[in-house]
């Protein structure tokens, strides 16, 4: 009996070893400190005014492991009917509004071992539309140096990717929901309920209705 029990205890503590090396790197958090998949898609709705409306993803990102690690960031910006779009991670501020793919956005930084830093990203609208980005994360290898006695960590070469997520902002005029049925030329393209999840058809509340014209508009389904 006393065998068995040490086998359990071991394989116990095997499965909790096996699943703390399984944790990334680099996890994902929204701004209700929920876990985002990697390779996730992001309906963000809800903007501010700050001087200028824009609409925030919310995001952060946390150094899981017990090192520090180097970090820097790929955008894509895919669509972007109006305004600009603005990212400040690691370090630096970037604001760009032409479509294309924008490798180490920013100069690349370090997170210390447990660290949160926010993205800083957001679409700034100048009007009613959308815009679209997809963001790469990166991992570099650290280069270390003594300074004055004081050992210092800076990112190197590039070691490895981290995760990845799709933002789709939607700045989308209320009074302006039509039915889409009565227009032949227009398709959906993508349905996605309030919290951003992609739907195959209609859910009570708050439906966000991407269409094939480019336009992407709320129904409200009581």
């Known amino acids: 009996m006393k065998r068995a029990f040490v086998f359990a205890f071991a394989a116990l503590l095997s499965i909790g070893a096996f699943a703390q090396e399984e944790l990334p790197t680099f996890q994902l958090f929204d701004k ?9 898609t992001l309906v963000l709705t809800e903007g501010e005014n700050l001087g200028e409306y824009q609409i925030p993803s919310g995001l952060y990102l ?3 492991s017990d090192d520090t690690q180097g970090v820097g960031i790929d955008v894509k910006l895919v669509s972007i009917d109006n305004g600009s779009f603005s990212c400040c ?3 630096n501020c970037k604001t760009i509004s032409s479509p294309g793919v924008y490798e180490d956005y ?3 930084a370090t997170l210390d071992a447990g660290e949160e830093r926010i993205l800083q990203t ?5 009007n009613y539309g959308s815009c679209t980005a997809e963001l790469q994360f990166k991992v570099f290898n650290l280069e270390k140096q003594d300074v004055f006695g004081t050992t210092v960590y800076s990112p190197s070469d590039f070691k490895e990717y981290g995760p990845k997520v799709t933002l789709h902002f939607v700045y989308a005029d209320p009074t302006s929901v039509d039915g889409i049925k009565d ?3 227009t398709t959906v393209l993508a349905r996605y309920n309030a919290n951003g999840m992609s739907v195959k058809s209609e859910v009570k509340g708050l439906n966000i209705i991407r269409l094939s014209n480019g336009k992407t508009i709320k129904q409200i389904k009581k």
């Open 89 to 91: 991670f690691p370090m």
């Open 32 to 40: 209700n400190d929920n876990p985002v998949a990697d390779g996730a």
């Open 122 to 126: 957001e679409w700034i609208p100048s």
């Open 183 to 185: 227009n032949t030329n």
């Open 106 to 108: 920013n100069s690349p």
């Open 62 to 64: 946390k150094n899981n």
